[in-house]
């Protein structure tokens, strides 16, 4: 089987912006520290908090976007590499102790709050918050978070509840310059993974990158770079130049 020629270890420095992130700084958004994304995810109640954090501590040392740093220099939006933060972005939130019919509007403080955390120069760009002391049957989900119901966090579907049916649920928050559907994809399958182990009382472990995020960055600066692709951006600049808005 070909070996895969993916950088392995921790990935920090300097690193190209992708064409969608120039895109993104290219829109000015008058806010761009909060375009964010979101899941509210049903987990199994039987993960520790310290196990936690080896798990998320894992995804960051692994998916080495997480940890971009971008900021404005001279004009110009550069980004870099950075090492996995010494404390983590997340917070534990015992709902349990909150009459029922508030803890939906604290769970929508909470996120808010989680969102509002986000700064493009103060990675990694992801934050977490655990909620426990969930009743099962009680709706969380809000109107600005996809939850995650159907594809419960846990081996083939597993569910575990705590005390009197009480579960957790885990919400993430990530820029929309380091995941999109694609990627959260990628990031669910991991996170699975490492929750599976913990179960079982495993070190955390995830397969080899099959490429780092810097050798992707840099693989589409010089794809955009070739004959191919300027010839083709000729093309779309004509077939756009002839489209009006609606």
């Known amino acids: 089987a070909p070996q895969i020629q993916a950088e392995q270890d921790l990935v920090t420095g300097p690193v190209p912006l992708t064409p969608i992130q120039h ?14 994304q979101s ?3 049903d987990v199994d109640a039987e993960v ?44 534990t939130h015992d709902l349990s102790t909150i009459p029922a019919h508030e803890r939906h509007t604290r769970l929508l403080e909470i ?16 934050r977490a918050a655990l909620f426990t002391g969930v009743c099962e049957h009680e709706s969380t989900g809000s109107g600005g978070h996809e939850s995650a119901g159907s594809g419960e966090v846990g081996p083939e579907g597993h569910k575990s509840s705590g005390p009197e049916g009480r579960t957790h649920r885990l919400l993430l928050v990530a820029h929309h310059l380091v995941v999109d559907t694609v990627s959260w994809r990628v990031l669910l399958e991991d996170l699975g993974t490492l929750v599976e182990q913990a179960r079982r009382g495993q070190e955390p ?26 010839d083709e951006l000729t093309y779309w600049h004509e077939q756009t130049q002839a489209t009006h808005p609606l």
């Open 23 to 36: 895109w993104f700084f290219a829109q000015d958004f008058a806010r761009p520290h909060h375009v964010n």
């Open 39 to 41: 899941l509210l995810l």
């Open 48 to 91: 520790t908090t310290e196990q936690w954090q080896q798990i998320l501590r894992k995804l960051l040392e692994q998916h080495d976007g997480l940890r971009t740093r971008f900021v404005r220099q001279n004009g110009t939006w550069q980004a870099e590499l950075t090492d996995p933060p010494p404390e983590l972005p997340w917070r």
């Open 111 to 126: 996120a808010g709050k989680t969102q509002s955390s986000m700064n493009l120069a103060e990675p990694p760009l992801i």
């Open 205 to 230: 472990q995830l397969p080899a990158k099959s490429s780092s995020w810097r050798q992707w960055a840099e693989r589409l600066r010089q794809e955009a770079a070739t004959t191919t692709t300027l």
